[in-house]
């Protein structure tokens, strides 16, 4: 599965930005998505999660009230919703193709930055 990550940019604090990640070269309805993101320094964290159908959505605790992850499967995409951004939202994020007994696929990143 090849990834494209998009969407990111310089927002100022309170604002939002809706990341997309585009996939191909397998079938994409096969694969769980996920969003983690990552700062210089630091592992890579993992930020949402949803299902083949979208049936299922989970967040880590701190996002899941400001982001929102969806995906449309006719168009081979995941999203993540940004909202009320936090200058410690500032971080590259990746979008990732999970299966069950194999190795993750993962995008090259899109960075975002908020501005206090």
């Known amino acids: 599965v090849q990834l494209q990550a998009s969407g990111g940019g310089l927002v100022q604090a309170g604002g939002s930005l809706r990341l997309s990640c585009v996939a191909s070269?397998?079938?994409?309805?096969?694969?769980?998505m996920a969003w983690f993101r990552q700062t210089p320094g630091k592992e890579r964290e993992f930020v949402a999660r949803i299902t083949q159908s979208g049936g299922n959505v989970y967040y880590v605790d701190s996002m899941k009230d400001r982001f929102t992850i969806s995906r449309d499967n006719a168009k081979n995409t995941v999203y993540l919703q940004m909202n009320s951004l936090k200058p410690e939202d500032t971080a590259v994020y990746y979008c990732?193709?999970?299966?069950?007994?194999?190795?993750?696929?993962w995008g090259q990143g899109t960075q975002v930055t908020v501005s206090s």
């Open positions: 990732a193709a999970e299966m069950s007994g194999s190795r993750p696929y």
């Open positions: 070269g397998r079938t994409f309805s096969n694969y769980v």
